[in-house]
């Protein structure tokens, strides 16, 4: 839950929540620069342990900032509905600090060190980086997809790709994203016997390394997450022709919400080419290019997040040269990733991608680690 979802529940002001939040006195969470309270856990807390217990726990409480604010609240926040104890001040001095512990272990309340799971999954979806803050990515895949001319054609591709990416918090809510690909693709086409010119099998097998086009990315956040409003995340676009030669502009939109501890997320994107070549299949981009994507990113715990996506694509493609066949215009695949917290600043995303539908099914395999590091301390 949020802020305001938080104060709902427990039918008090944001500002005292908040309060409490700050003073590490309710459970509570640090997610990039919003607090996030699990349910079951407030409603844990509010039972309390004993009447001494929540006794202890007012004396505490009554510590934090805004104690006027709280010394009017407190009667709401007192567990099973009792009220303070007669002749017990509302407001006392701030209890002495706790014995230092293991710098391993997160205090209830503390803002984590490192980006979570949850955080990195979400990445360019809904949690952007702060000012100062960046993350370096590299990542491998494999592909391999297959088409069948049946009886007499089989063409079979496999896709070797590498990528580099960068993620730099230009300040809070904006960010800038680069990614620099390359790819190393084999086709191999097997003809039968009764149409190839020898009459017999021929099988054909080319190799090309292809420097794919970079991207450029600046995303900000035009809406923070409420009680009845998602999470809102616009992107520009911009392909750089450092490879085939691609080039275009483009935009998105991307809407989050949070169902602790799943977050649900849709988004849609366009992309116009400023320069295409339909003859080269190098080039991937059309004219006009279209997408979708819907998912969810369940969090297991702080180490461990689950993503699904289902991703859609649409192109205008036209024939190459006004006979042959054009490619297919639309795409769908099914993706299914994992998010893994390996160290405090290093994580890795293994993720599987099912194309679905169309002529060509095929298969693509992802293994990314992402280092996140901070060049400058943000003010």
């Known amino acids: 839950m949020d802020l305001d979802e938080a104060a709902q529940l427990l039918r008090v002001k944001?500002?005292?929540?908040l309060a409490l939040a700050e003073a590490h006195r309710i459970p509570a969470r640090l997610v990039g620069d919003a607090w996030r309270f699990g349910h079951a856990a407030l409603?844990?807390?509010l039972k309390g342990e004993d009447s001494a217990g929540e006794t202890s726990e007012l004396k505490a409480i009554s510590g934090v900032e805004h104690p006027e604010s709280l010394q009017r609240e407190l009667p709401a926040l007192t567990g099973r509905g009792?009220?303070?104890?007669?002749?017990?001040?509302?407001?006392?001095?701030?209890?002495?600090?706790?014995?230092?512990?293991?710098s391993s272990q997160t205090t209830v309340g503390e803002r984590p060190s490192t980006p979570t799971t949850e955080d990195i999954a979400l990445r360019d979806q809904r949690v952007l980086l702060g000012r100062g803050a960046a993350t370096i990515e590299f990542g491998a895949t494999y592909g391999k997809s297959a088409e069948s001319l049946y009886p007499v054609v089989r063409v079979e591709e496999k896709d070797f790709g590498v990528s580099g990416t960068l993620r730099y918090g230009l300040m809070d809510d904006l960010q800038l994203t680069m990614q620099v690909p390359a790819t190393w693709r084999r086709t191999t086409s097997f003809t039968d016997g009764t149409v190839s010119a020898t009459g017999l099998p021929l099988i054909q097998t080319t190799n090309n390394g292809i420097a794919d086009d970079a991207s450029i990315s600046l995303l900000g956040v035009a809406g923070r997450e409420a009680m009845r409003r998602p999470t809102i995340v616009w992107s520009l676009d911009g392909i750089v022709p450092t490879g085939a030669g691609d080039r275009a502009l483009g935009g998105g939109v991307i809407l989050s919400k949070s169902y602790d501890p799943a977050v649900l997320f849709t988004g849609l994107s366009y992309v116009y080419g400023l320069h295409i070549n339909p003859t080269d299949s190098r080039f991937a981009l059309a004219k006009q290019n279209y997408g979708i994507q819907l998912g969810y990113t369940y969090a297991l715990n702080e180490t461990l997040a689950l993503t699904t996506a289902f991703l859609g694509t649409y192109r205008n493609y036209t024939s190459p040269d006004g006979i042959s066949i054009p490619p297919p215009r639309e795409n769908y695949a099914l993706q299914l990733g994992t998010t893994?917290?390996?160290t405090r600043t290093w994580f890795?995303?293994?993720?599987?991608?099912?194309?679905i539908g169309g002529d060509s099914p095929g298969l693509t395999l992802s293994l990314d680690f992402s280092r996140s590091l901070r060049w400058r301390s943000k003010p």
């Open 340 to 342: 893994w917290l390996l």
């Open 43 to 45: 409603l844990e807390w």
């Open 82 to 102: 009792m009220s303070p104890p007669a002749g017990i001040p509302l407001v006392q001095t701030p209890p002495a600090p706790d014995p230092p512990t293991n």
């Open 348 to 355: 890795m995303e293994p993720a599987v991608a099912m194309s």
């Open 14 to 17: 944001p500002e005292i929540v």
